[in-house]
């Protein structure tokens, strides 16, 4: 309900807003949102709203994506190359960008990811640029990263941008967030922010002016997102405005965001898990968590016409309307007993429901390989993934064994970097791994081969190795001491 005090917290917040030097359109875009929340609006979506997607295009077996290699290949010097490189990667305990760490052969995702376009633009003949979205914790750093690669900044491109912020807003007053420390007053919001960027940046319409039609855009810790010309030339000749790369749920991916399909309009919407209804207890309904009723997910690997961006800002007084996404934290993260506030945020694939004639993709699941945790880097790092000649990260293919190995690491041990170099000091082998667990207080100091699912159970109190004559370890259990 609108009461004289949540108008007044909606002013207050659009004057910091201001006093922060944010474009027009992203206060108006913010103050959209946060009537949307006093007026009771949480950005739910019920099981009344949508029904399950059935079938969609998938990318190895649709003939127009077979067939669209040649096209895609003529369109490279059509694309420019967005990563979403905002995040520091804290659940690592990092404290700079987490593109800049180390994954594979002594190179960082950024090296990667630039070596990756330098070989397609050589073999193409297309320049095709590499532009990052930074957030203010990030942006020297990643700048600073990407100085030996100023060839992928062509025309006076920018090497990055950087995403906006929002005033968080506490629960019990509906105010802006005004504690001592100016940082705790504001949280990013979200990757839906790229199209605020991009349009209040200019860089939209500079690309458009450069020849620059369609974007590519992924999060900067997935090296399985690669440029992949068929993809381009199939979201091409779609006529599609925006393209979402899909990938079938698994177990694993229960808690995740979906795919569904608004019955009132017939559009595809995508819902993540803050926007799931709870039961009673408070747990996520289990429909949202049914991975044969809703069969996709998001990969965050997004196409993009930049006409279309630009178009429909253009009608929405320059920003795109994408749905609220309300979290409520506490306003210090390390302190749970400070006090709660709402979080105003959008997510980058909700555009799927916006652009009418939007589409989906669903593309194999090797396009999907972020690194979330240290159990993720441990695969990156082992023999289960190679870098091929091209920079392409890839399934060993000495590995008979269908999908990747999963690992779980302990993570008062392995949870923090620092933590997990000091143990990983011998990479082990899982290149013929099922499943790698390791529970306790573990030391790796020499070359071990994973077979199957070994678990290896060590002390708490001290550090424990496999003994050095052993060299590998099969399908099983062992404690060390």
Known sequence: MVTEKSK??????????????????????????FRDVILGKTGIITEAEIEPVAEIDCFSTVSVCNNA??????LLGKLAVIRLNGGLG??????????????????????IIAKQLRVLG???????????????????????????????SPGGLPVSFLQHRHPKIYVDTMSPA???????????????????????TGLAEKLLAMGKRYAFVANADNLGATVEPSILGYFASSGAPFLMETAERTKADAKGGHLARRKSSGRLVLRESSQ?????????????????????FNTNNIWLDLEAVV????????????????????????DRGSRRVIQIETAMGAAIEVFEGARALQVPRSRFAPVKSNNDLLVVRSDAYVLSEDFTLGVNPKRTIAGLPSVSLDSHFFGLLKDFES???????????????????????HPLSIEGAVTLNGPAEKIASVPKETRALRDQEISLS
């Not at 690592?92 to 090296?111: C, I, P, Q, W």
């Open 69 to 74: 290699l040649g096209e895609g290949m003529k």
């Open 122 to 152: 050589a073999r193409s003949g297309a320049s095709i640029p590499l532009i990052h979205m930074t957030s203010f914790s990030t942006d020297a750093d990643v700048k600073r990263a990407m100085e030996p690669y100023g060839d992928l």
């Open 276 to 296: 799931a209804p709870t039961a009673p207890g408070g747990e996520i309904i289990p429909e949202f968590q049914d991975v044969l009723k809703y069969r996709h």
């Open 90 to 111: 804290t659940t690592m305990g990092l404290e700079r960008a987490k593109s800049l760490l180390r994954v594979k052969e002594g190179l960082t995702f950024n090296d």
């Open 8 to 33: 007044a917290g909606l002013e207050r917040a659009a004057a910091l807003m201001q006093r922060d030097g944010l474009p027009e359109a992203v206060i108006k875009n913010f103050e959209r949102l």
């Open 311 to 334: 178009r429909v800002a253009r009608e929405h007084n320059g920003s795109i309307p994408l749905p609220l996404i309300s979290n409520k934290k506490t306003v210090n993260p390390r």
């Open 178 to 200: 005004e504690e001592p420390v100016e940082e705790l007053n504001w949280n990013p919001p979200g990757h839906g922010d790229i199209y605020a960027a991009l349009l209040a």
């Open 423 to 445: 143990r990983m000091k011998a990479m082990p082998s899982l290149v013929a791994a099922t499943s790698f667990t390791v529970k306790g207080n573990v030391e790796f100091d």
